[in-house]
């Protein structure tokens, strides 16, 4: 089934969800349901829990669609990095700093296995070099047709 249409059949069942969706900017719903559909099953207040336990968690969490889209981040990472929901790494940072996250991002999807590597980024809200700690893994949707990129920065090695 392709995510198009799952993403059409997936309702908004989290007051969470529906809080949060109204934070962001433009025409983004789709990223929601995306997301819904990650966490996928029957409500039985689980969606909710781990979603309260992603958006607090006090690192950064992000999630990108299989073409390498910003569909999530927590509020860790829009305080930390900026938010870009919506938009590619490109958008937000530089060009080494994209390359070296999409081809990151490439070798979880294509390869489908959790990728704990180093990262070094220019941070543009504070216009500092940092080095992280990352770790990456994929989230299969759509019998396995879409693969998303889920990330955590857990341990800044440089400030």
């Known amino acids: 089934m392709e995510v198009n249409k799952i993403l059409e059949n997936v309702s ?3 007051k ?7 934070q962001i900017d433009g025409d983004l719903g789709s990223t929601w349901r995306e997301l819904q559909v990650v ?3 029957e409500d039985n207040g689980l969606t909710a829990l ?29 305080e ?3 938010g870009y929901i919506g938009g590619f ?14 081809e990151n991002d490439t ?6 296995v959790t990728l704990f590597c180093t990262e070094a980024l220019h941070n543009p809200r504070t216009n500092n070099n940092l080095l ?28």
């Open 89 to 102: 790494d490109s958008d937000h940072y530089d060009k080494q700093t994209s390359k070296t996250f999409d």
């Open 16 to 22: 969470e969800l529906e809080r949060l969706s109204e």
């Open 107 to 112: 070798k979880v999807r294509e390869t489908r």
């Open 39 to 41: 966490a996928g099953g």
């Open 50 to 78: 781990l979603s309260a336990l992603i958006q607090s968690c006090p690192l950064p969490v992000w999630v990108k669609n299989d073409e390498g889209r910003m569909i999530y981040q927590n509020d860790a990472y829009i």
């Open 80 to 82: 930390q990095y900026g």
């Open 132 to 159: 992280l700690q990352v770790v990456k893994w994929p989230i299969v949707l759509g019998n396995e047709i879409h693969v998303c990129v889920a990330g955590v920065g857990f341990f800044k090695l440089t400030d």
């Open 12 to 14: 908004v069942r989290q």
